[in-house]
């Protein structure tokens, strides 16, 4: 039996305290008592739907090196325009989405740059907090082709 220890789902630290359920846009997350005050706490019991949302479907195969059957994700090549595009649509200075984020203002521009590729957790705040989708199935960009 394998033991998985449980994370929050806005930021992907674990979970030392106890869990706490929040609505944040309309979702009820379990989240860490950091993440606690971005949205408004609901309660009830912390009793989990077993099927998962298509969200952690996509970041389970992606951070899992098992032959499942679901389709291996990767981060969008063009990330840094979807990320600026969504950033800016929002009224957003690259500070301001630093600071959402808890990240530096640096790292913001670095991604935006393409000077610096985001990680799984870099990507899942993204993702959270400008409502774009960063992910495509890794058999979409093979079929891309370079066009040299």
Not at 60 to 87: C, F, H, T, W
Request: hydrophobic residues 35%; aromatic residues 2%.
């Amino acid at each position: 039996m394998i033991l998985v220890k449980a994370a929050c789902e806005v930021c992907g630290s674990p979970l030392k305290a106890g869990p706490n359920k929040v609505e944040i846009d309309g979702a009820i997350m379990i989240v860490c008592s950091n993440c606690v005050k971005l949205g408004r706490p609901v309660g009830g019991p912390l009793v989990r739907d077993a099927r998962p949302t298509p969200i952690q479907s996509a970041f389970r195969s992606a951070s899992s090196s098992s032959g499942s059957s679901a389709p291996e994700l990767e981060v969008d090549p063009e990330y840094n325009l979807k990320i600026r595009q969504a950033r800016e649509k929002l009224g957003l200075s690259q500070e301001d989405l630093g600071r959402m984020l808890n990240e530096k203002p640096s790292v913001i521009r670095l991604v935006e740059s393409k000077k610096l590729k985001p990680d799984l957790a870099l990507t899942r705040k993204f993702m959270h907090y400008l409502k774009v989708n960063l992910l495509v199935p890794l058999s979409e960009l093979e079929g891309r082709g370079t066009g040299i």
